[in-house]
């Protein structure tokens, strides 16, 4: 099993930027999908971003898209979130995580495993 650990977070005032990183250990993830998940309170949690082992290919939610940038690199076994443009409706405990049952650019956090601690992310308006 992979062990992971989000870091990165904090407080941002609205239209800001932040790069979460993801560090991995115990196993490679390069060959796994992996994916970044966040959770407003009193909400669930919710899908944000995934990338496929090479990280050619990525899928966003439709709230992110065009202002968050998933990325990874293998060699460092690390995954990062880079997210421009920050608004309040951001502001989550970000999780990112580990897709050990295939190659699908899954959405689902039923596919996902090996759940970090998660990163505060507080965007101020």
């Known amino acids: 099993q992979v062990q992971l650990v989000e870091s990165g977070g904090g407080l941002v005032q609205a239209g800001g930027s932040l790069r979460l990183s993801c560090a991995a250990s115990?196993?490679?993830?390069?060959?796994?999908?992996m994916g970044w998940f966040r959770q407003a309170p009193g909400k669930e949690r919710e899908f944000v971003a995934v990338?496929?082992?090479?990280?050619?290919?990525?899928f966003y939610a439709n709230s992110v898209k065009g202002r968050f940038t998933i990325s990874r690199d293998n060699a460092e076994n690390t995954v990062y979130l880079q997210m421009n443009s920050l608004k309040f409706e951001d502001t989550a405990v970000y999780y990112c995580?580990?897709?050990?049952?295939?190659?699908?650019?899954?959405?689902?956090?039923?596919?996902?495993?090996?759940w970090g601690q998660g990163t505060q992310v507080t965007v101020s308006s």
């Open positions: 995580a580990v897709d050990y049952t295939g190659w699908k650019l899954s959405r689902v956090e039923n596919d996902f495993g090996s």
């Open positions: 115990g196993r490679t993830i390069s060959t796994y999908d």
């Open positions: 990338a496929s082992p090479n990280g050619r290919v990525t």
